[in-house]
């Protein structure tokens, strides 16, 4: 029988795993290509979780959900990896990464919008503070410097607009399936899903050319486990663990995502980027503490996959 204990490590070994992912996946797609490297990537992942997590049968989730979460679960996973895969380069893509990290705010406020999740007036310098680290993160290495951030913004507005869009989507996936799920956990099937869109785009686009490179195969092969293992992990952190220190833990893979970014891509990141990102881990927090106490629990912070609505506190 595995110990409370244990299990809140292996819950704390996914955090590790998904801060990660952003300079992995930027390190896919430099060989492999935005979405080629992104199919692959997921096609991979996807049999990880089938080994690890199980695959359920369509026909075991309610209707709602299986139409809902796939729709959303799937939006979200393309802008997320279109989005760092289209960056024009590391810091860019760590950058969009960051933008990415707005997610758990939008989802606090559509709690309040759409489950009536009852807060307080932290709410609201929680929710600024996020966005202003957000402004400081793309101002560059100015700081807060709103023309900059304009520049910066308007040199890859695509990849930027992904990231954001997907934020908001996954803020609505949560939101969403707290209600409608059922405790049911789809991650394996829509990841299959996520790979299956991929793999259409490319081979009704301009893909481009794959180069499997040895570099590109280790890239892939930790990616995929970062993404499969990390489920599964944190999977047994949140039904066996301390939820508490999970949902705490989990508001620092901003900050802990940058750091290991730019280790993986070798991308020196400035000061200013530094406190750009601990504010939006500090706007998160405040926006959890809002929420924390009230008469239904917040959300807590999973990574895309995870069950939002089993962990209170996120």
């Known amino acids: 029988m595995r110990s409370k204990r244990q299990a809140t490590l292996i819950g704390l070994i996914a955090i590790l795993l998904w801060s990660a992912i952003v300079g992995l996946i930027r390190g896919v797609s430099e060989s492999l290509g935005a979405t080629g490297g992104a199919a692959m990537l997921y096609t991979v992942a996807s049999v990880l979780l089938w080994l690890t997590v199980g695959f359920v049968r369509p026909g ?35 950058e969009v990464g960051m933008v990415n990290y707005l997610w758990p705010s939008f989802t606090m406020l559509c709690a309040m919008a ?13 929710f600024s ?4 680290g957000i402004c400081w993160v793309l101002g560059g290495d100015q700081g807060l410097d709103f023309a900059g951030m304009a520049a910066n ?16 989507i996954w803020a609505a996936y949560c939101t969403v399936t707290s209600r409608i799920a059922n405790g049911k956990n789809g991650i394996t099937l829509f990841f299959v899903l996520t790979a299956l869109v991929l793999w259409i785009k490319y081979f009704t686009g301009d893909g481009g050319t794959m180069v499997f490179s040895y570099q590109a195969i280790v890239y892939l092969a930790l990616a995929a486990c970062a993404m499969g293992f990390g489920y599964a992990a944190w999977n047994v952190g949140i039904l066996h663990g301390n939820v508490t220190i999970l949902a705490g833990a989990s508001y620092f893979i901003p900050v802990l995502s940058a750091a290991l970014a730019a280790v993986i891509l070798r991308t020196p990141l400035s000061i200013a980027f530094w406190k750009g990102a601990s504010m939006v881990c500090a706007g998160s927090i405040l926006c959890w503490l809002a929420m924390r106490g009230q008469r239904s629990k917040a959300p807590a912070a999973p990574e895309p996959g995870a069950v939002p609505e089993r962990v209170p506190g996120q």
């Not at 809902?68 to 979200?76: A, C, Q, R």
């Not at 913004?153 to 908001?168: C, E, H, M, R």
């Open 114 to 126: 759409f489950n009536g999740q009852k807060s307080n007036l932290l709410i609201v310098p929680g």
């Open 129 to 132: 503070i996020a966005i202003l």
């Open 153 to 168: 913004v308007q040199d890859n507005p695509l990849s930027y607009g992904l990231a954001f869009a997907g934020a908001v």
């Open 60 to 94: 075991e989730f309610p209707r709602r959900y299986l139409i809902w979460g796939s729709i959303l679960f799937v939006s979200y996973e393309v802008c997320l990896s279109l989005s760092i895969g289209y960056a024009n380069s590391g810091r860019q893509a760590i």
